[in-house]
């Protein structure tokens, strides 16, 4: 058991350090995922990750958006066509009976995630009928924790009581920013009223877990307008809060060349919007998980970090179980303990492969012996800010100083800024230092050391 000391906000030191880098849900991270690994070594691992007999933990991947969000960096399909959502249904029912197939059927699943895209995109009765199949090829843990992401500007109050009756306990929203001028500039138009009567539904519905996101370095903001969405964020009391570093890059996401690149907030207002969020989230009693995450102390977020039993994979921070993630639908990814693979990104050919009765993966890669090392090291910084040396020199058969011998060295200006403590029997990140976790566990990435171009978005 340890107690996480609050987090501390250090101007100079994050203008100093605020460089592209990964968020590491995984390592290696997917920007090393090639070809080479295909659905032949997927089919070969889905079969060997049995002999562990590890829980399972499902990601369902709705693509489809009503409309677009000038922000968004994820991979959607905008279309009002309800057409090409039956026949991507029809092709998501017949992958996971072929995934299933391969799979121990007592294994338990003790997690489920719909993302998107906008899962609410479906007709209630879609759900239905997708929540049918995956109960008919698995067997769910009766404590499961079954969450859905959701557009609040598409949906009803029967609609979110349909999604509790069905088994959903968790959800999560996207709020983004409450100043009209802000949701205009970003076509995301979302009245405050509505929000809180979406809340008051789901509230009534009795979900378990409620999370907000929001987004900061968005058009218009200012620290004073984004003080108001977080006091109205407040409000809303969800359990959990999101709050995400806009990534301005339209090269890389063309929707985002409709966002006029003079109205954003500049480096420094970014930084001060960031320090009030802070100053506000933990003023209230809110917990600094890490990466954007806030949680109340009650939330098992908080409690598993403090166990030092928290993790991390492409669903976010969990307090679950270590558990292979299976990955449903196009663009997914697939977690097991030695292996990721990742479904085809565009649509045609997804559907093509899926017709065909093959499985759908267009990349992974396999892990070796020095990729399990350096995730566990990796993982321990990001969930619970600290590496115990002693339990990973005992895990992997090694002497912890002699084989990290160059990364605590490059460790060094880093202490020396007070990011870390370099003690003799563990690595301590600081409060400072918890803002910059990405760049501490940087430094453990040998691809990232490796190789130079890739983009990634800014740690702050």
Same mark, same amino acid.
């Given at each position: ?15 100093? *350090? ?51 969000? $000038? ?22 029912? @017949? ?17 489920? +995630? ?6 609410? $995109? ?13 109960? +008919? +090829? ?10 859905? @992401?959701?557009?609040?500007? *598409?949906?009803?109050? @029967? ?49 378990? /877990? ?72 933990? /003023? +209230?009693?809110?917990? *600094? ?116 011998a160059c990364e605590l060295a490059a460790l060094e200006e880093l202490a020396a800024d007070g990011l870390i403590h370099l003690g003799r029997d563990r690595l301590e990140v600081t409060p400072v230092g918890r803002l910059l976790i990405r760049n501490i566990a940087a430094v453990f990435d040998t691809y990232l050391q490796q190789k130079s171009g890739r983009t990634f978005s800014k740690a702050i």
């Amino acid at each position: 058991m340890s107690v996480v000391q609050p987090i501390q906000f250090d101007r100079a030191l994050l203008q100093k *350090y605020d460089r592209p880098l990964p968020r590491y849900t995984s390592y290696p991270t997917a920007a090393e995922f090639t070809a080479d690994f295909d659905r032949h070594c997927f089919q070969r691992e889905l079969l060997r990750s049995n002999e562990a007999h590890l829980p399972l933990s499902l990601y369902v991947h709705i693509p489809f958006c009503q409309t677009a969000c $000038y922000f968004c960096g994820c991979n959607v399909i905008v279309t009002q066509s309800q057409t090409i959502a039956k026949t991507y249904l029809d092709a998501l029912a @017949e992958e996971i009976a072929q995934v299933a197939a391969r799979l121990d059927r007592t294994r338990p699943v003790i997690q489920m +995630h719909w993302g998107g895209g906008t899962p609410n $995109y479906l007709t209630i009765d879609q759900v239905e009928s997708l929540w049918r199949t995956l109960s +008919h +090829h698995f067997e769910f843990a009766n404590d499961a924790e079954i969450s859905i @992401e959701v557009n609040p500007r *598409y949906i009803n109050r @029967e609609y979110l009581f349909r999604l509790r009756d069905l088994g959903f306990n968790r959800i999560s929203f996207g709020l983004q920013d409450f100043d009209p001028q802000v949701q205009l500039a970003v076509n995301r138009i979302q009245p405050e009223a509505w929000l809180f009567q979406v809340m008051d539904w789901i509230r009534a519905a009795e979900f378990e /877990s409620v999370n907000i996101d929001l987004i900061y370095g968005l058009p218009y903001q200012t620290v004073q307008s984004f003080e108001a969405t977080i006091a109205k964020t407040l409000r809303l009391d969800p359990d959990r809060i999101a709050v995400f570093n806009f990534a301005y890059l339209p090269n890389l996401k063309p929707i985002q060349k409709r966002i006029d690149p003079t109205t954003l907030p500049d480096g420094a207002t970014k930084l001060a919007i960031l320090q009030r969020v802070i100053e506000l989230l933990t /003023s +209230h009693g809110y917990r *600094y998980i890490g990466m954007d995450h806030f949680a109340k102390p009650t939330d098992e977020l908080a409690i598993a970090q403090e166990a030092g039993t928290l993790k991390r994979n492409f669903q976010g921070y969990t307090a679950l179980p270590t558990a292979d993630l299976i990955g449903f639908g196009l663009t997914s990814i697939s977690m097991l303990q030695a292996a990721y693979a990742q479904n085809q990104k565009h649509l045609a050919t997804y559907l093509s492969e899926i017709a065909a009765g093959q499985l759908a993966t267009e990349r992974g890669i396999q892990l070796h012996p020095e990729d399990l090392l350096r995730r566990q090291v990796i993982m321990e910084l990001m969930c619970q800010f600290r590496v115990d040396k002693g339990a990973i020199a005992c895990q992997f058969d090694l002497d912890f100083d002699t084989h990290f011998a160059c990364e605590l060295a490059a460790l060094e200006e880093l202490a020396a800024d007070g990011l870390i403590h370099l003690g003799r029997d563990r690595l301590e990140v600081t409060p400072v230092g918890r803002l910059l976790i990405r760049n501490i566990a940087a430094v453990f990435d040998t691809y990232l050391q490796q190789k130079s171009g890739r983009t990634f978005s800014k740690a702050i």
